[in-house]
Structure formats: C-alpha cells, structure tokens
C-alpha cells in the first residue's frame, strides 16, 4: 500500500554484529521500527553452531506438546484453533512430515507458495513443536547469541532473579507446511528476535506500529466483543494481507530463509507460516525506548494468554521523573502509537 514503510534488511559486518544493542540502536536509527519488523543477514563467518542440525542432540530433542493446529473460517477470516499432542521427538516429528506428503510446492516462488497458503489454508492440520524450552547455539558464540544479548531485559534475572520462560530465556520451535503463527505482538509489547538455523523458509506478515490500534479496532468489529481486554494475545486471528487491506491496514511481507534473525519492534503486529520442515530459535529482548510501550501494554484479562512482569525496576531507571506518579497510577501520557488518547498507565 502506498505509504507503507517497507521492512528493511541489513547485512552488518563482523565488526558491526560485535555488540547486539548497539546494531538495534542503528537499526532504529535507519528507521526499520517503522515498519514493525526488519530481517538481518549475519557476515559471513558468524557461525551460531559447530555440529550438524541432523546431530544426535537435535534429532533426539524432546517436543514436550506438538500442537494441531486447525484452521477454519473463509473469505480471508480465520480462527486457528490449538490441541496439544503426545510428546515426540525431533526425529518423529521429521518422520511424520515426510509421510504426511504436505508440502509447499515443487515449485521455488515464493508468491506461488503465499497463494497455495491462503487457498489451502482450510485443508489439513499442521503439527507445529512450538514453545520447545532450550537453545542450539554453541555456548561460547559471543555475539547475536540468543541466550546472552545484553540488553536491559537482564534486569529481571539480575534484580529480581527473574526467569520468564520464552520472554528472558530462549525457545525452540519446530515447523511444517503450514505451521502458523497467527497475528499478535509480542508479551508486554517488547522486541524479539528469531533465527531460522536450518530448513525451508518462513513467510512474515508485519503491521507496522502507528497502525496497531486500527488493527485492534478492526479485529474487534470483525470477531465481535469478547470477555478478555487483549483478545489478540491468544494468537487465534488469522486475516488476510487482502482483507487488511481492504479495511486500510498497512501490511508488508518478507521471507525469512535459513541462516536469517528477524527482528520485530515493540507493538508490531506480526504474523506467519513455515514452507516446510524448519528449526528456529527466539527470544525476546528490551531497548530503553520499549519501557514507554511495556508501561502500557494491554494484557490478557481472562488469564488463558497472560504473561506479565513487574515494569517497577524499568521505569524506576529509565523515567525516574515519573516513578513516583507511575507507583501512584498517576502517571497521564499517550501509549507512544496513539497519540490522541490520554490515559493513566497501569501499575503491574
């Protein structure tokens, strides 16, 4: 759509990819927030792993819950719905891909493969290993190592000795055909980080920020009212990039191939899908500019998709000014993507 700003790619160089704060605060710099999400190609040389992904430690790693996934609806308008199954392993999971015979396509287009997505999107179940505890990355990569990135969000195990899974530690995730990953943002808005290891590529949808409450608003004519404040952080909406844009929401695409980190900035709305049988890696992280957007993040009201943590230590070092206010639930000021409406931050 006209005016949309596009997702940026950047290829640092090995001595740019030393220290991850630093190359985020370019990032910005160069304006990739504004798109919600930007991919990052590593130098050559950056290696986050010695052995082979087919290695015994991989192949036997367990999926504690691999999750069906069933999707229904039409017209560009879904609910995914999710059932956790018997725990498998990393070969079985491989296994039952290559006799299910659910691939993208012969075909190495990417359009070709989004359409096949969409027209497809009724038909079959994936079985998604998402939210695997664990990292693959050799110990001693010392930069874009998803387990030690050095940004503020430390100070939850520093300070309170604080570990939230997925938020402070890092996740593995184990795609097919299909494996979605419906719209949301991340828990308390913050950034994230995602790196494809090995396999077929994944396909991102991104909203960019200043368009995340019309987002909101839309969804909420469409699926009607619901009981929980933050009905998007149960990641069952699944829209079309065509039906978003017919209610004039800004979206952009971009794939993800192996050997890639996506980077996706605080309230960006984003969504996807896997090509086929992949291993990835996430976490989430924190910058000095996110703490505005954690005071007022909305949260998950009816307890199925609450993740939260204390904004105390955050806004104590980085708005010292409004800390007492802040602890009073006086702290007045705009959510940073909306501008127009004045309203108290939540005190958690």
């Not at 999107?121 to 387990?147: C, E, H, K, P, T």
């Not at 994230?192 to 396909?203: F, R, V």
């Not at 992949?278 to 998709?305: H, P, Q």
Request: glycine residues 6%; aromatic residues 14%; proline residues 5%.
């Amino acid at each position: 759509m006209s005016g949309t700003p596009r997702i940026m790619v950047f290829r640092p160089t090995i001595e740019e990819f030393k220290n991850f704060p630093s190359y985020i605060e370019f990032m910005e710099s160069s304006g990739a927030h504004y798109a919600g999400l930007a991919k990052v190609i590593p130098p050559i040389g950056w290696n986050p792993r010695k052995n082979s992904y087919n290695d015994y430690d991989i192949m036997n790693t367990i999926i504690p819950a691999p999750i069906k996934q069933v999707i229904k609806g039409g017209r560009g308008i879904y609910n995914l719905t999710s059932s956790k199954k018997r725990s498998i392993s990393v070969s079985e999971f491989k296994t039952l891909i290559e006799n299910s015979n659910s691939t993208a396509s012969d075909a190495f287009d990417y359009n070709e493969i989004e359409k096949k997505y969409w027209k497809n999107i009724n038909f079959g179940s994936a079985i998604y290993g998402a939210d695997v505890m664990g990292s693959i990355m050799d110990s001693d990569v010392d930069s874009w190592n998803l387990r030690k990135l050095d940004t503020i969000l430390d100070y939850l195990k520093k300070y309170y000795n604080l570990t939230v899974e997925g938020i402070n530690t890092t996740y593995l995730y184990f795609g097919m055909w299909k494996a979605t990953f419906a719209w949301h943002t991340e828990d308390m808005d913050l950034y994230s980080i995602n790196y494809l290891h090995d396999g077929c590529p994944k396909t991102w949808y991104a909203i960019p920020p200043k368009a995340g409450h019309r987002f909101q608003r839309v969804v909420k004519n469409i699926y009607g009212e619901s009981t929980c404040t933050s009905f998007l952080r149960h990641k069952m909406v699944v829209m079309s990039p065509s039906i978003l844009k017919s209610h004039d929401i800004l979206t952009n695409k971009i794939t993800q191939e192996s050997g890639e980190f996506m980077i996706t900035f605080p309230f960006s709305y984003h969504m996807g899908f896997s090509h086929g049988f992949n291993i990835a890696e996430s976490t989430n992280f924190a910058m000095d500019r996110w703490v505005e957007y954690g005071k007022r993040a909305t949260l998950c009201s009816c307890g199925g998709s609450r993740v939260a943590f204390s904004m105390d230590t955050f806004v104590k070092r980085f708005q010292p000014k409004k800390y007492k206010l802040w602890c009073e639930g006086k702290d007045i000021g705009f959510h940073p993507e909306e501008p127009k409406r004045l309203y108290p931050a939540p005190v958690f």
